[in-house]
Nanobody, 122 residues
């Protein structure tokens, strides 16, 4: 069992930066693929980035060059550094954990956090 708690969301102006954090509890954290998803009102939940146990990452086209995912296995933490934020990045951001190696779809994730709101004003 893994519990995930996100923090770091908030209101920021376009062009600004935010850093999201996800604290994980439970065993074998380093073996999970960790990801950030987001869901805007009226839209489906979509993957932003993931990082697996080997450090391999996946980046959605919409955030390439602007967002960076990282993990600290010693602290059971995952981070999402977001720069050059745009109004279209406004969404609830979720941390998720998967036992799969390269999971892109939400259905492949086993554990979810409660989400943190990110609002980017124009």
């Amino acid at each position: 069992q893994v519990q995930l708690v996100e923090s770091g969301g908030g209101l920021v102006q376009a062009g600004g930066s935010l850093r999201l954090s996800c604290a994980a509890s439970g065993r074998a954290f380093s073996s999970y693929t960790m990801a950030w998803f987001r869901q805007a009102p009226g839209k489906e939940r979509e993957i932003v980035q993931y990082i697996n146990w080997s450090g391999t990452t996946y980046n959605a086209d919409s955030v390439k060059g602007r967002f960076t995912i990282s993990r600290d296995n010693a602290k059971n933490m995952v981070y999402l550094q977001m720069v050059s934020l745009k109004p279209e990045d406004t969404a609830v951001y979720y941390c998720a954990a998967s036992v799969h190696i390269s999971p892109i779809y939400p259905s492949l994730y086993n554990y979810w956090g409660q989400g943190t709101q990110v609002t980017v004003s124009s």
